[in-house]
Structure formats: C-alpha cells, structure tokens
C-alpha cells in the first residue's frame, strides 16, 4: 500500500490543476512562483508525483497530471471549494480568511466530513424550509456574540467558554 501524500505535495497537485486549467502547458518555473518554493523543490517533488504515477513529467517539459493524479488534485480541490463556501457563506469569514484556512483543512478532512459538510450545504440551498432566515438570524447571533452581547431569543451568554474570539 502506498503511503498517503503529505500535504505539500497535495498541493502541488492542486496548483498544477489549477495552473493547467485553461489547456497551458504547465513548467516547473510557474510552479516554483505560485507555491513561492525553488524550482529545484519542485523537481524533487514532482520526481515523488512522476514515481506514485500521478504526473508525467518529461525532462524539461511540461508537467501533465496523469488520469489518476487530476482523479485526486480534483478531489483536493473539491474539499478546500466546500471548506471555502462554507466558511464565507455560513460562518461569514472575509474570503482571504475562508481560503486560508480551507487550505490547511482540506488536507486533513476525512471523506465522512467532506460528504456531511456537502450535504449540509446542498440542504441549504435546496430545502424549501425558510433556512436562510436560519442562517441570517445565526448571522445577528454571530454579531451579537463577537460584540460580548448575547442573543435574547437564544438566551445564549456570549461569554462562555466557546465565545468567538475577533
């Protein structure tokens, strides 16, 4: 069995998707500039991608993720788009925050959690409950809590233990 990818490398899969994603031909240059690494770093990572089969790399050529590697820089990527949406869509976080952090997630969340967290947002979307006035009072509550206040309807203290820290 192969040993799991570490999270660098995981991202050097999903910065080669993301690169690679208007048909260009992706080099090791581009790759060394958006992960702000060496390109000697890159070859000895994608020496380690190429050897589990997930890149194709001619000697300087352009990298091309394998069927199997787009399989799983598609499924990385997918986990950080979930993380991200939930982050600025529920929990309100600015969008730099909400990418921040859904990048250092996605590398650690588990299939379960991932299909959970996709469902709770697709029921979001789609219930024809009035969920947004759900998530919008959650919104004044989340306000209220930051500001040291609590919430009458809730009559939840803001200054618990789990209080939300700016």
């Known amino acids: 069995m192969t040993k799991p990818l570490s999270s660098n490398m995981e991202m050097y899969l999903k910065t080669i998707l993301r690169l690679g994603a208007d048909g260009r031909p992706v080099h090791v240059k581009a790759i060394a500039e958006s992960l702000g690494v060496t390109m000697p770093s890159v070859s000895e990572a994608l020496r380690s991608l190429k050897a589990r089969g997930l890149v194709l790399h001619p ?58 967290l996709t469902a709770f947002l697709d029921y979001m979307q789609h219930c024809r409950m009035d969920i947004s006035a759900m998530i919008e009072h959650f919104h004044e509550y989340l306000d209220l809590r930051l500001a040291g206040e609590h919430c009458r309807d809730c009559e939840l203290e803001a200054t618990c233990e789990l209080a939300v820290k700016r």
């Open 59 to 116: 000697s300087y050529g352009a990298v091309q993720l394998s069927a199997r590697g787009r399989k799983l820089a598609e499924a990385i990527n997918r986990r950080f788009e979930v993380l991200q949406k939930f982050f600025v869509d529920v929990l309100q976080l600015n969008p730099h925050a909400a990418a921040r952090d859904a990048c250092e997630i996605e590398h650690v969340m588990g299939p379960e959690t991932l299909e959970r």
